[in-house]
């Protein structure tokens, strides 16, 4: 019998979903020798380096996901091959939708958070995208998400799933192991300046990065050295970010870094002496992990799924309001009790957030079915 994970929707660059795949399933799989898994990938080719178990079996899928037609055709795709070999597959886990489920085979979906619906801007749309929602919830045996904010969120639209909430984590030596001479490097070899601010994720709206950049504006008044790291792939708001930064003459006080590795984030991390999440919606926020596991003070957006990792202990500003970002920056970068107060909070938090501490839900999980 084959468990198989579904990749088909993972592709080569970083995101919050593939480090969470990475982490978690990796130990499932170290953790459940007696059972053989099946992982299907499509660009996602460097999966085999990191899942080179002997229970482990991998199948490429030949049908990117990039858009919804593809998406469909890849998911006929796996269903053919799952449907000519029923008898080998206990179970199926899928991380995007739409899927389709397979008579005597369960069907296990993580979903990190409901986007679609909380961006539609008009009523036809989300009612369209809740029934397109429910549809596919509704066949799922089991329904991971990372937060009880999305859980909350799920239930408040779709009453009596299954939900199980298993955190992502965070691997706290990979920061441990980063020396002096590292950040030195690293530092000199991107010219950063001595005091920056630094915030982390792909170039989309909901990321909120023009409203930031409205509040470096207005801390720019107030003094003239003030540097903002922006660290993240192009996406949708890429064009209106560049057009903004330069508007406001911002050139010399911002700068952004789209193709860095794991290990040069990192070090960022370590550099940065302020970290600023001004999302409008995530389903979790695993940089908030990463500046607790750097040490690194930070001020976030009032949203209810920051507010459930840092347990209402951190400084949060209205992420509508750039005022509101700039008032709440200064705040943490002029006062060392503040910040103190937060480096020893995340010291502590984040040990909640560890491999140790999330690994076993997941692997009970996988035990039930």
Avoid: W
């Avoid at 990796?26 to 085999?48: A, Q, R």
């Avoid at 490429?60 to 008898?87: A, R, W």
Wanted: aromatic share 16%.
């Amino acid at each position: 019998m084959k468990y198989v994970l579904d990749l088909s929707s993972l592709d080569i660059y970083a995101s919050g979903a593939k480090q969470r795949f990475l982490t978690l399933y990796s130990e499932l799989i170290k953790n459940s020798k007696k059972k053989n898994f099946l992982i299907i990938y499509t660009s996602f080719k460097d999966v085999k380096k990191y899942f080179n178990y002997p229970n482990v079996s991998f199948k490429q899928n030949n049908f990117y996901q990039d858009n919804y037609l593809k998406k469909i055709i890849s998911i006929l795709n796996i269903y053919f091959f799952i449907f000519f070999n029923p008898k080998k597959i206990k179970s199926i886990e899928y991380f995007t939708l739409p899927f389709i489920g397979i008579s005597n085979c369960k069907i296990i979906f993580t979903i990190h958070d409901l986007r679609r619906i909380y961006f539609s801007d008009f009523f036809v749309k989300k009612i369209a995208y809740k029934i397109f929602f429910k549809f596919f919830l509704n066949r799922a045996d089991k329904i991971i998400v990372v937060s009880k904010a999305i859980k909350n969120e799920i239930l408040k639209y779709f009453n009596n799933l299954k939900v199980k909430v298993i955190y992502n984590t965070i691997d706290l030596s990979s920061f441990k192991k980063i020396s002096l001479k590292d950040i030195k490097i690293i530092k000199k070899k991107y010219n950063l300046p001595r005091k920056f601010i630094l915030t982390v994720g792909h170039q989309e709206k909901r990321k909120n990065y023009l409203r930031l950049i409205k509040a470096i504006k207005i801390l720019k008044k107030n003094e003239k050295n003030i540097f903002l790291v922006i660290i993240g792939q192009k996406a949708d708001e890429t064009k209106n970010i560049y057009n903004l930064i330069k508007s406001l003459n911002l050139n010399s006080n911002i700068k952004i870094f789209s193709n860095l590795n794991n290990f040069e984030v990192r070090c960022f991390y370590k550099l940065a002496n302020l970290f600023v999440f001004p999302s409008i919606y995530e389903g979790f926020g695993i940089p908030i992990l990463e500046s607790m596991a750097a040490n690194t003070p930070m001020t976030l957006s009032n949203t209810e799924v920051f507010r459930e990792i840092t347990l209402n202990q951190g400084v949060y500003f209205d992420p509508f309001d750039p005022l509101s970002i700039a008032t709440k920056i200064n705040y943490v970068m002029s006062e060392k009790a503040i910040k103190k107060k937060l480096i020893n909070f995340g010291k502590k938090r984040v040990k909640l957030f560890t491999l140790s501490s999330q690994k076993k839900n997941l692997i009970d999980l996988y035990k039930s079915i």
